[in-house]
């Protein structure tokens, strides 16, 4: 039909490999790859998989750390009419083999680093799954096909849109990463993924001239859907490793900002809390617009950030939306606001994204939308062109989670009388506690961002343990990460709550610890109460 051709992302790198052959797509620590070079790759990579069997519709795991791969895998595995699976590399063994098991995997591209983690045996179940490496090690097992081999000879002809049948068709498995339960596999279309890689466009103000810092790991959502949408544009892309606690690795990371001239990167808030304290890197920061997610930033970063120069887009969104999907889209007027106030502004998750239309609800226990009074609590839920098409091979969580059209979030959130939505939890996360006058519903992020306000707290994590008397509620446990050394005394955080706090609210006990973290920077709260559990 001359008026119609299927929407799928892999549109884009034909487009720009073609227009823009000669300007640098990534730049990483062994040199340059152009956007020409790199559609070459994306096409080969997708004639080696068709030359090893894989059909239309098939599932190909992919397990990698940042890297050019994993950008060439994201366009040729739909390049060869498969469907991309990408894995969470730091996840438990076990946990990797029951979702390539799940998806019925036969073909995993991977990082020699990830194999070496994880095993030969049971990455290839067996020698049931073949394996394709690539990367640099100390020997190459002749079991797992060379990557760079293998491409080296594969014909470059047939355009990597040409496999798509229907653009409503999966293009990606991607596996839930929530702190509790079993993962679910989202599959995601051609269609959302095409419309969400050109709203994070316009959302971030991605140009040719772009140059975005690869902070965000790549297996998440698909980087956000970022991997798409630099391709979409020609922005340059930089790959290097986050900077760790030591000086020198922060001076690196100051210079790269600086001379890579970065424009865009995105991450979770504690990964721009360490930017944010690597002092020199810091102060690269001027004029970088910052997208975050995942998690709420606290005020003290938002007010970091602002200070610093640096441009905050705060966006929230899950698996079944691409990641963001709502977006803090700021108002001329608060520029004209004091410090506190723009950050208590740009701390709300915001209202829906271009992409996202009017997709956007906030309901009560009766499917009624909540008033916009910020008070009211009710469950975040979205319709439209770039939610999921379901949960992979589960129509009993499916059935549970789309209903009546619309996705059913599971966060908790108010609609403030601007329209602009806050969360305040998940609503399994809510904790109830007994006051003199009934049961009150405690959100925990609610006190986690009054506790991140108390000087020398760097995060904070609130959770509710069950007390042996059921009519006594839960006792609140903060879990605190200090931000200096020395941390807050308990002595300080209890006068810090009783000043700040209802007493309903207080903790009863504070826990001077690290918090851990998914790789998406999501509390694991699950480890909290256990870790809660053994300790008096």
């Known amino acids: 039909m001359h008026s119609f051709s299927p929407l799928t992302p892999t549109v884009f790198l034909e487009r720009t490999g073609r227009v823009f052959a000669n300007a640098t797509a990534i730049r990483h620590d062994d040199g340059l790859v152009t956007y020409g070079n790199l559609l070459r790759r994306s096409r080969r990579l997708a004639t080696v998989l068709r030359e090893h069997g894989v059909r239309y519709g098939d599932c ?11 950008i060439e895998a994201n366009f040729g595995i739909p390049g060869a009419g498969g469907v ?14 029951k979702q390539l098991q799940m998806v019925a995997s036969r073909i995993l591209i991977v990082s020699r680093a990830c194999l070496q983690r994880h095993g030969l045996e049971a990455l290839s179940g067996g020698g049931s799954r073949r394996l394709i490496g690539f990367g640099a090690t100390p020997d ?20 990597l849109n040409d496999m798509v049948r229907s653009e409503m068709d999966p293009i990606v498995v991607n596996f839930t990463s929530g702190t509790t339960g079993l993962p679910k596999g989202v599959v995601m279309s051609h269609r959302g993924a095409y419309l969400h890689a050109l709203g994070q466009v316009l959302m971030l103000g991605l140009t040719r001239q772009s140059r975005y810092l690869w902070t965000l790991p790549m297996f998440h959502v698909n980087g956000w859907g970022h991997i798409w949408s630099n391709a979409a544009v020609g922005a340059g892309q930089i790959m290097t490793e986050v900077p760790g606690p030591t000086e020198e690795e922060e001076t690196r990371f100051a210079s790269l900002l600086g001379e890579a001239g970065v424009t865009h990167l995105a991450g979770a808030p504690r990964l721009l809390r360490r930017i944010v304290s690597a002092g020199a890197a810091a102060s690269a920061l001027k004029g970088c617009i910052v997208v975050t997610g995942g998690a709420a930033p606290t005020r003290p970063l938002l007010k970091q950030l602002e200070a610093l120069g640096a441009t905050l887009i705060h966006q929230y969104g899950l698996n079944e939306t691409f990641g963001p999907y709502v977006v803090c889209e700021e ?13 208590a502004f740009r701390a709300r998750q915001g209202v829906a994204a271009i992409h996202a239309g009017t997709g956007l609800r906030v309901v009560d226990a009766d499917g009624l939308d909540v008033p916009a009074d910020g008070k009211t609590p009710g469950e975040v839920l979205m319709s439209g062109n770039t939610v999921a098409l379901g949960y992979y091979n589960n129509p009993e969580a499916t059935a549970r989670s789309f209903v009546n059209g619309w996705f059913h979030s599971g966060d908790l959130a108010v609609v403030h009388p601007d329209g602009y939505l806050e969360i305040k939890d998940r609503i399994k996360d809510l904790i109830y506690v007994e006051t003199d006058y009934g049961w009150e519903n405690i959100s925990s992020i609610e006190v986690e961002n009054v506790l991140v306000q108390c000087p020398g707290v760097g995060d904070a994590a609130l959770i509710g343990l069950q007390t042996d008397d059921a009519q006594e509620g839960a006792r609140l446990i903060a879990v605190i990460e200090a931000s200096s050394q020395p941390a807050p005394s308990l002595e300080a955080l209890h006068d810090y709550c009783e000043r700040h706090l209802p007493v309903h609210m207080r903790p009863s006990r504070f826990v001077l610890s690290s918090i851990p973290k998914t790789a998406t920077g999501k509390t694991r709260k699950d480890l909290l109460v256990d870790r809660a559990l053994r300790e008096p």
């Not at 190909?60 to 994993?70: A, K």
């Not at 190459?140 to 355009?159: H, Q, R, V």
């Not at 001329?332 to 106030?341: G, L, M, P, T």
Request: include cysteine; proline fraction near 7%; glycine fraction near 4%.
């Open 84 to 97: 991309v699976v990408s894995l969470n590399p730091w996840l438990p063994t076990d946990d990797i083999v």
């Open 331 to 343: 108002q001329w007027d608060w520029a004209h606001e004091d410090s506190e106030s723009r950050a």
């Open 60 to 70: 190909i795991g992919l397990m990698s750390d940042n890297g050019p791969q994993v």
């Open 140 to 159: 190459k097992d002749a079991t797992c096909i060379d990557y760079e081999d293998a491409i080296a000879s594969a014909a470059d002809e047939i355009p």
